[in-house]
């Protein structure tokens, strides 16, 4: 935890704050873990004589990652083969039973992985929140979405269930570090029933929680929705409820999936104008993870559109199986070169674009006065007119040579 009498300046050559102009020769106070203010270095000084002083030259300073759809309980190297979603899927089920003897040195791995790439905020998905303690470990804040598979539950109704899931949350939470949570995942529409969906969905508006769930990630899935039909029809036999001759989005909606305090990961398949306008009017937040679904062979999201209709999109690596890392900077990069976006508008994705599809926008992924200090450094060179663009392939390529999270150095290139 931050020692609250603790004050610290982290300064560096330019402070890029996300929510305001880039500040040459900047600084951010830091003070009980919270952004004080942020200035000039001379300024801030000023502010603060007595405070430690940690100056980082030849550093850019930007607001952590905030990676808003990732699953920590994979690894580097035996990925099941991608090209198509239901054939990678086969091949992760069948290996469920190996994984179960590395997942927790997995997610251990994953989070340091995330931690030295800037990442400060992470919203995880794993089966009954199996990768919580990794990530209450890492130094990171965040939320781990407890996923649930109804056939565990030996034929248990949807009411039954929930109850059972959502009293499993409730105790996950005890004895949590302050900024780290466990909320409630929907997996998707072809492993949770839509009566359990459902009820899901509506147990976690009545608690006040959040929730994640995948949607329209594949072509398979849109099949299964609407015809009941295809690959995924193949692996899931006993789960009857597909052919809902809906599109994916269209069947979420209908369940009461889209919402506000939803954050539904990749839509990257079957996805129109007519899905971007009902996200749109639903609230429902996006979390776009652009290399998984190009391992997949699930298409492109149209987050272009999404942005411009007003939905909130954030930026997920997804996990180490369809995934090369756990770099957000790094899968945001791709982003912004697979949709021809300016480095400014990839910084932002990266970082508060994710807190607010989060909700929570009000305590991080900017640099302001009251919000939490997670920082990232990153070794750039902001020679005259240096680019957002620049800053983001650094920390995509490397770059980030410290981490501070809630005020506390979480990684330290130059002590580790
Ligand atoms: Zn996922």
């Not at 607010?356 to 007119?385: F, H, M, Q, R």
């Not at 680019?387 to 920390?395: K, Q």
Request: charged content about 20%; some cysteine; aromatic content about 6%.
């Amino acid at each position: 935890m931050p020692d609250p009498e603790h004050t610290a300046i982290y300064a560096a050559d330019l402070v890029l704050p996300i929510s305001r102009p880039a500040i040459r020769e900047g600084a951010v106070l830091v003070r009980e873990g919270r952004i004080s203010a942020v200035g000039t270095i001379s300024d801030l000084r000023k502010d603060a004589p007595d405070a430690e002083v940690r100056h980082f030259p030849g550093h850019a300073i930007i607001p952590g990652a905030v990676n808003a759809h990732a699953h920590l309980g994979f690894r580097h190297g035996d990925a099941p083969e991608g090209g198509s979603f239901s054939n990678w899927l086969a091949g992760l089920i069948e290996r469920l039973p190996e994984k179960e003897a590395w997942t927790a040195e997995a997610a251990r791995n994953s989070a340091r992985e995330a931690v030295e790439a800037g990442t400060t905020f992470m919203a995880e998905s794993s089966p009954y929140g199996e990768c919580l303690p990794q990530l209450a470990g890492s130094g990171m804040a965040g939320t781990v979405y407890a996923e649930f598979f109804p056939g565990d539950f030996d034929g248990a109704g949807p009411e039954e269930i929930v109850d059972s899931v959502v009293r499993k949350i409730q105790d996950l939470r005890g004895g949590l570090p302050e900024r780290v949570d466990c909320q409630i995942s929907v997996h998707s529409p072809y492993t949770v029933d839509p009566e359990s969906s459902r009820l899901a969905a509506r147990r976690a508006r009545e608690l006040g929680w959040r929730l994640a769930v995948h949607v329209s990630e594949s072509p398979e899935e849109v099949e299964f929705v609407r015809n009941g039909t295809g690959g995924l029809t193949d692996i899931f036999g006993s789960n009857e409820w597909g052919g809902a001759g809906l599109s994916p989005v269209r069947y979420a909606e209908s369940i009461g999936l889209l919402a506000p305090n939803v954050i539904a990961a990749h839509l990257a398949t079957g996805v129109s104008d007519e899905e971007v306008e009902v996200l749109a009017s639903t609230g429902v937040a996006a979390a776009h993870c652009p290399r998984s679904n190009e391992f997949l062979n699930c298409g492109v999201s149209p987050v272009p559109c999404m942005m411009e209709r007003g939905v909130r999109v954030g930026m997920g690596t997804d996990g180490l199986w369809s995934s090369p890392s756990m770099n957000l900077f790094e899968e945001t990069l791709f982003a912004v070169k697979l949709h021809g976006f300016n480095g400014a508008t990839g910084l932002r994705l990266a970082t508060l674009g994710g807190a607010l599809a989060l909700g929570i926008g009000g305590e991080t992924g900017s640099l302001e006065a009251g919000k939490w200090a997670d920082l990232a450094l990153v070794e750039a060179v902001p020679s005259d007119g240096a680019s957002e663009l620049e800053i983001l392939e650094a920390a995509a390529g490397g770059g980030v040579a410290a981490t501070v999270a809630g005020g506390r150095l979480i990684y330290n290139r130059a002590e580790s």
